[in-house]
């Protein structure tokens, strides 16, 4: 019997532990929190809410996010984590993990986040190349990313590093950079967040004065399918890709970016189209059928279609698209129609987000 997917009940704890802003950042806007910070009562309202709604056998995890929850005294992070410590004693919860920075990270207290039933930590790495990091003020280095990976793997728990490509002064090669660094940190899985523009923070100056230029969606598109293809071949889990879709974010408060509701399909749509022009390339036929899953039809065809139309533009021939239940989500095979010659396009899906 297949496993029962795992869900994580956000916990949102904006902008607590947190030694300075950041020049992208408002994380009260992203998770729609305001300037309160939760209670260890507004957090167990939360969870049990969650739990009521939960399907029986479905595995779910706490998850605290949005502040450097290793940075808050020692007294608050008790505070926060007994509710969930409770649902956790009582098997309704199956774990905890909590997002924080890289430089409030330290062997001791990990060592007891431990004790503490916390099972994952996810670092808010942003990027491992210094200049991006000191120019989006950071306050931390590569090297530090590196020790606190090597402090949370040597302590058994489960690693995620967070990116965002686009950030000031990050060019294509500094992300190739970042991500040849990503490759040697292996992480167990990682998020991606194209950088956006919102109100209220240093970088929207830096836009309406020219200094900063986001990047284009198409631009944050190709970015991402490089992380996610790299990651892919090396087993590295990518869990979201693009910022969660909010009333907050169809607002004024976003000034410009890369942002779109359905970003991560984008990028699959963008991986797949790669991937299939290669194989017509290999095929050199007048006419293909290209065989899929039937889960990911809209992402083989691409939004409006653009898929269909760029590999009818590239000159290969025909393209039809037949869904085959045998196959595996995310695994394409191409075939040419005369002579019957088949080039499998490999797994494209082992990690959806």
């Known amino acids: 019997m297949k496993e029962p997917r795992k869900r994580i009940v956000p916990l949102f704890i904006p902008f607590l532990g947190c030694r300075s802003q950041c020049v992208f950042c408002d994380q009260r806007m992203l998770t729609g929190t305001g300037n309160a910070a939760p209670t260890a009562e507004d957090i167990r309202t939360i969870l049990e809410k969650a739990l009521a709604l939960q399907p029986a056998g479905q595995k779910v995890e706490a998850a605290f996010y949005g502040g450097s929850f290793t940075a808050l005294p020692l ?27 890289p430089d409030a990270i330290e062997e001791e207290a990990v060592r007891w986040l431990k004790t503490q039933g916390v099972s994952c930590v996810e670092l808010g790495a942003q990027s491992l190349c210094n200049s991006v990091l000191n120019a989006a003020k950071r306050g931390y280095g590569f090297s530090c990313v590196e020790k ?11 690693v995620g590093v967070q990116l965002m490509p686009g950030l000031p002064g990050e060019t294509r090669l500094l992300w190739q950079k970042t991500l040849q ?3 040697k940190l292996a992480p167990d899985f990682i998020r991606l967040y194209p950088t956006v523009v919102l109100a209220d923070t240093e970088l929207a100056g830096s836009y309406a004065s020219g200094v900063y230029k986001p990047l284009s969606l198409a631009e944050a598109v190709e970015r991402t399918a490089w992380a996610l293809a790299g990651c892919q071949q090396r087993g590295i889990g ?8 909010s009333e907050e974010l169809h607002s004024a408060k976003l000034l410009a970016g890369p942002y779109h509701p359905a970003f991560g399909e984008l990028v699959w749509s963008f991986l797949i189209r790669q991937q299939v022009l290669y194989g017509l390339e290999q095929l050199s036929s007048s006419a293909c059928r ?16 653009e898929n269909l139309r760029q ?9 039809s698209l037949q869904a085959k239940a045998s196959l595996c989500p995310g695994s394409l095979e191409l075939e040419a129609v005369k002579g019957r010659r088949r080039v499998k396009l490999g797994a494209l899906g082992a990690f959806y987000c």
């Open 75 to 101: 007294r608050q992070q008790k505070e926060l984590l007994a509710p969930a410590q409770h649902f956790l004693a009582t098997g309704k919860v199956t774990g905890i993990r909590l997002s924080t920075r």
């Open 290 to 305: 290209l065989f899929y899953h039937p889960q990911d039809a809209s992402k083989v065809r691409g939004q409006k279609n």
């Open 148 to 158: 606190a990976v090597a402090v949370l793997r040597h302590a058994g728990l489960t």
């Open 181 to 183: 660094r990503l490759w």
């Open 238 to 245: 990518v869990i979201r890709m693009g910022l969660q879709d």
């Open 311 to 319: 590999w009818q533009e590239a000159g290969f021939g025909e393209v």
